[in-house]
């Protein structure tokens, strides 16, 4: 039976035709048999042919093995993050890992990342160099001090839990990132799919980061300037969906308080009628009873239901009470000063002064409760 492939690892190129083999090898032998994986190269033109050593390994291998080894040729050199993104487009599997082509992940870290995702259940493993086992080896000073701050920015600045936001080795399930939209700049793609995917569950194991033995890094100043942009587009992208869950909420809440309000409408007019016809009371005071029955019944709504206030302790509920007894009480004056005003000096017909002097108490109201009742 032919089985499905569950496991995609992107491995990004640019001139790395000393490494590509030797870690297509490692990688190859690091996966669980169990396991139908493939491996994605993605490259960029590298003029030392790292794309065409890639594929004549993967010839030479290909009868002996189920694990596959696809090449994206891009044309140009586009950046690390876009060539992790370019891979994730053209994986097969649901699970996927991003990690370096230069030995300085090591591969043998991938089973135990794949059974952390499977026992913990969580949506992201990190391969971490800065918890409780992890290290860096080779790196100098200068560096590892670049890659702190560019560490505490991203934990600062927006807010990022994770000890090592900014590692290449990572592992997530593909479902996760789903309709989302990315711009991958630079180098740190796992800091945009954290920032993008809040609230996925995430695991760190940690591993030693040791520096490459063969080719060069091909960090620069360009992608310092990169992270920097990557970092202020990420802090706008969270500001943004903060403020939409904010007015979400406010809508939302705002629906609920009118929702209300029109209940209270019928059990104003229900509890009226009740008391002049079954208690035989005076019309004006089964009115008074009826709009005392409204307030009550609006009152308890809104606290449960609209503002979620689930503290009924005596003395908080009795103040929250008067208070909303004595904004129900100005939103009525409001309505009426109102309608006065627009049919008499503004010369407004009766139904359209209405509806506004209505809808004017009506949120007035449930400004005043929500910031002073219910102190939102
Ligand atoms: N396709 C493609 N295009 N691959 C690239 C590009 C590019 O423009 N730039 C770099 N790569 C590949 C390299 O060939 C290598 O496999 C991997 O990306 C990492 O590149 P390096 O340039 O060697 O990165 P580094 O070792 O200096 O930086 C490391 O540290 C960072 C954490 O501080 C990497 O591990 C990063 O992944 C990591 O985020």
Redesign the pocket.
Known sequence: MLQSTEISII??????SK?ICG?LEHIQKSIPKNLKAETIV???N?PDK?AKIAEDYFYSIKEKTDHTINVIK?KA????S???L?GIQHAAGNTIV?????F??PPHIIPKMIETLRQTRCDIVIAS?YIKGGSIQGWPFK?KL??KI?TGIAKRGLGIQPH?P????FMFKKNIIKGLKFDAIG????LEILVKTKGAKIQEVPYT?T??QE?????GAS?VLDYCKSVWKLYKYGRSIKERRISVRFLSKAARFFTVGASGLGVNYLASMLFSLSADMWYIHATMMGIAFSITSNFVLNKYWTFEDKDFSAKRTITQYGKFAGFSSIGALVQLGMVYYLVDEGGISYPISLVLAVAVAAFSNFILNKKWTFKE
């Open positions: 491995v990004p190129t640019y001139n790395e490494n870690i993605v490259d960029d590298s790292t891009r050199k586009n950046g690390l876009s060539a992790i370019n991003v990690m370096d082509s230069d300085s992940h160099r560096r670049m890659s560019a090592d900014m590692s290449g080795f180098y740190k793609m796992l980061f520096d490459r080719g060069a890094s091909k960090l992608t």
